[in-house]
């Protein structure tokens, strides 16, 4: 049995979205909403969802970047929610992130090489006369020569300034990489490439993705196993092939028909939802997807919100349907 990495349990994170004259929260936007998950070692998760549902909060969670507001984030066993900050800044080398704009993410004052040294030296990895030949190594490993290190970010194009991003996450040696939806804003031509240097780094690291993206078929590309988050929740969970093959959730099944068939003689049958996401200051207390659902029961509004559960071997689903 493959070994747990992270260990995510029912973790929310609400925002504060107006408050009174004294600065205290009126009413809250739950961004993620009792949401549980776990990442095994070496594995690579992928997350999708469409924009708003939650997935990059969870993301930055995971990363320390925020504090949850209820929930335990377990990494190897320590949950990361109670560190002190001096324990935080120890597990920030075993978790990195990649950033979906490799422009704004990479400092313009600094050079390539400067930018990849930098974790290497404030963590104190390495000897001072040992720091270059890192560099240039974690240059060659994303396709990049040894004298791209003397140059700014501006004089690369995007898919070169991403493998920068990916070169300074592998500089502190991290055993879990957040990648947010690392490809999007590159162009199509661009985007296999990163992905395909993504898995080679994975298999040559032991590295372990959460890979956060808006393509299903980018995500079913690099994923061994695929979540689907809807307003803040997890609906559905399986194996990658097990998912695109015999998806439950209506959810998932309406956003798997939205993908372009290049297949001609194929027909497939497109699901159009109706009505609009629920507002997620005040999400309705069952089901989220009931009023969009063209499955619904006729008492799925009157039961509680559905809760994550195994209907078949690996593969988790929330809906009244399979209760």
């Keep these: 049995m493959a070994e747990v990495l992270v260990e995510v349990k029912n973790l929310s994170k609400h925002f504060a979205a107006e408050t009174d004259f004294l600065g205290r929260p009126t009413s809250v936007l739950k961004a993620v909403d009792n949401l549980s998950l ?31 507001t209820n929930g335990t984030i377990l990494f190897e066993g320590k949950d ?22 490799p422009y704004a993410s990479l400092n313009p004052r600094m050079t390539v090489g400067d930018i990849i040294a930098e974790p290497i030296k404030i963590n104190k990895l390495l000897p001072a006369n040992k720091v270059e030949e890192r560099v240039n190594y974690l240059l060659n490993c994303v396709g990049l020569a040894n004298h791209h290190r003397n140059r700014y970010p501006h ?29 999007s804003a590159l162009d199509v031509s ?45 609906v559905e969970l399986a194996d990658k092939e097990e998912l695109y093959q015999n998806p439950m959730h209506p959810y998932t099944k309406a956003l798997l ?8 003689t194929v027909k497939k049958q497109r699901i159009i939802l109706s009505g609009d996401v629920p507002s997620p200051i005040d999400p309705p207390d069952y089901c989220h997807f009931c009023g969009r659902c063209y499955q619904k029961k006729d008492n799925c509004d009157a039961l509680a919100s559905p809760q994550l559960k195994e209907v078949k071997p690996g593969h988790f689903v929330a809906c009244h349907l399979y209760e």
């Design 38 to 68: 776990t990442i095994y070692k070496q594995e690579a998760l992928g997350l999708v969802g469409e924009s708003g549902c939650g997935k990059t909060t969870v993301g930055k969670l995971i990363t320390n970047l925020y504090q949850p």
């Design 257 to 264: 028909s939205a993908i372009p068939n290049i297949d001609p």
């Design 190 to 234: 661009i985007q296999a490439q990163v992905l395909n240097l993504l898995d080679d780094l994975k298999d040559e690291f032991g590295l372990t993705y959460l890979f956060i993206a808006h393509g299903l078929n980018v995500v079913k590309h690099i994923s061994d196993r695929v979540g689907v988050m809807y307003l803040g929740q997890l």
């Design 155 to 183: 004089e690369f194009s995007g898919g070169q300034r991403q493998r920068v991003g990916i070169a300074r996450a592998l500089a502190v040696e991290p055993k879990l990489i957040v990648c947010d939806e690392p490809v």
């Design 80 to 101: 990361l929610t109670k560190l002190s900050a001096k324990e935080r800044r120890s597990y920030a080398r075993d978790i990195q992130l990649i950033f979906q704009d």
